[in-house]
């Protein structure tokens, strides 16, 4: 996406304030007092991701899976006989099931598509969080900016623009961390089916296309506030 929550955070501080720049001194070189409890917790929210078995992982801020939540097992009938009819089903292979190998156990390996499209809805959850937490960060810039106006305070937008910046990285970085965690489980998936991990580039390059797309949406935003 090329820094492009930045550039959007960065656009909505430019618009509301509307005030001339103040050189490259308030931007970079300037020390400002920007810690805030409630923008450090949108940053700090882990990522939960659901897996195509029920699996629940949460991802921390360097991408690694610091927790696995898994259903329990579905439990046995009270005399711990399974149901009659699993019990009477062959467990010998049948030569026209398609998910079988004939005179083997295993099932067939998925297709690349087959493995691709089952982490789709993966995917998605994880999208969703990421434009929540953005929308989140948006309306606490929005919210901050409207009090010091209400309040009669002055508008700092050096102020603004390190600590929403700031803000806009670690959200970035935390969503770019979970998004490739989970494409570690895709593409090991992929190899121990027998392809190349190179077959996940398509669901990268979607990944970044919707981050296109969510620049789009959040500077119509950033515009509405005005």
């Known amino acids: 996406m090329k820094r492009v929550w930045?550039?959007?955070?960065l656009v909505f501080v430019l618009l509301v304030v509307s005030?001339?720049?103040?050189?490259?001194?308030?931007?970079?070189?300037?020390?400002?007092?920007?810690?805030?409890?409630?923008?450090?917790?949108i940053i700090?929210?882990?990522?939960?991701?659901?897996?195509?078995?029920?699996?629940?992982i949460v991802v921390d801020k360097e991408g690694n899976i610091i927790e696995e939540r898994k259903d329990e097992p579905a439990e046995e009938n009270s005399d711990g006989a399974q149901n009659e009819d699993t019990q009477s089903e062959d467990p010998t292979p049948s030569e026209n099931d398609p998910n079988q190998v004939t005179g083997d156990s295993e099932q067939q390996r998925l297709t690349v598509s087959e493995i691709k499209e089952k982490y789709i809805p993966s995917l998605k959850e994880l999208e969703n969080q990421a434009n929540s937490n953005l929308d989140a960060l948006i309306q606490k810039a929005y919210d901050e900016y409207s009090a010091k106006r209400a309040n009669g305070e002055s508008i700092d937008i050096g102020y603004f623009y390190n600590k929403y910046m700031g803000a806009a990285d670690g959200l970035e970085a935390r969503t770019?961390?979970?998004?490739?965690?989970?494409?570690?489980?895709?593409?090991?998936?992929?190899?121990?089916?027998?392809?190349?991990?190179?077959h996940a580039q398509s669901l990268r390059d979607d990944y970044n296309a919707a981050k296109e797309e969510r620049r789009s949406n959040l500077l119509k935003k950033a515009k509405e506030y005005l």
Do not use: C, H, Q, R
Request: proline share 5%; no cysteine; charged share 30%.
């Open 44 to 56: 700090e929210d882990p990522y939960v991701i659901t897996l195509p078995d029920g699996t629940e």
């Open 6 to 9: 930045k550039y959007i955070l």
């Open 19 to 41: 005030i001339g720049g103040y050189g490259l001194y308030i931007f970079k070189f300037k020390e400002y007092d920007v810690a805030d409890p409630e923008v450090e917790e």
């Open 176 to 198: 770019d961390a979970a998004f490739n965690a989970l494409m570690t489980i895709i593409e090991n998936e992929l190899e121990e089916n027998g392809y190349s991990k190179a």
